[in-house]
């Protein structure tokens, strides 16, 4: 036998918040209670069949089944250029401006590696994405926390960052539309990262994963519409909320080209690329109808009204969301973020996510995901009302 040692990056991970929650959560399954989860951000419809069709196809060409370009292919950075060009105006040179990741999170875990030295600093928000934090600590650099807060519409405040950690900082991860609050972002928003980012010279990480989620007519805006954007940063993107393709790995950077550049360079040595079969699917969503995207959305929509309007009555505080699929509601008075969840779990056999888990400012809050259907969305207020909420 031989001793394991462990890194110390690995022993330095954050402790795992949601371990107390999944001992619970078998404790209530064991029960035979039936559980109604709105804990993880994976949508529960199918993928679109036009999309499934053109895997099909794609999977039976013997030209697919060789290594592919760890860039992406050609056509498939074609299509996230033309389609960039269509939904936001935004002109984009497929060959040196977009990445073909194989979903946005390994993008978004691998970027800090090509720029992070040991001991440097990045920004990120508090509530926040964990893959920022993570990808930042694996690189041997320090995260810097700019908390979200309701009285800023759970915008990060960057005249609050103090100026030698501005001017040291290399990389700044923003996510809106935003996962856990469900905020979104103005163009003012935008233009203030940019001069930031201009000023202390910091390359700009907008994770896009949510601009398509959205109700009401509501379009989110890129930052990359921003005037000046392009040269200060990046953004990823993700088919995966868009077109309910989590499990097929797709997504993809675009932005200013060395940054493009110099992540590439750290793909072509740790992974070669998405299965091109992948990448013709992700072709035929991308440059097919978009009404598919609407269908999804119109459903959202309901459970939204559902719940939120539910929350509300029952004296909970909550914002109606305009977009992503997620509800972040304010714990009663007298619950902690852990509190609240065990609660609703213990009680209700409802699975959330506690706001802490996303980063200590996200105290006081849980999250709510509307990956249930309308009959089961009003089945959680039902149980909620019965536990005397
Ligand atoms: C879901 C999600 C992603 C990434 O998803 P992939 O499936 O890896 O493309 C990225 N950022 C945020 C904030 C997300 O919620």
Redesign the pocket.
Known sequence: MITIEKSERLKNLPPYLFKEIDRQKEEVRKRGVDIISLGV??PDMPTPPHIIKALQKAATDPENHKYPSYSGMDDFNRAVARWYGKRFNVKLDPGSEVVT????????AHIPLAFINPGDLALMTSP??P?YNTGVQFAGGVSYFMDLKKENDFLPDLGAVPADIAKKAKLMFI?YP???TAAVATGEFFKEVVRFAEKNNIIVCH?A??TEMAFDGYKPVSFLETEGAGEVGIE??????TYN??G????FAVGRKEVIHSLGQIKSNIDSGAFQAVQVAGIAALDGDQACVDDINREYTGRRNILVDGLIALGLSVQKPRA?FYVWVETPRGYTSAQFTSHLLSKAGIVVTPGNGFGAAGEGYIRMALTVGQERMKEVIERMRATGF
């Open positions: 951000g994976d990741l194989i979903g946005s999170k390994e993008g978004i926040g994405y893959v996510n935003n996962n856990p994770d994963a949510y990823f993107h993700s088919l995966s909320k393709m989590t097929w790995r797709l997504g992503t």
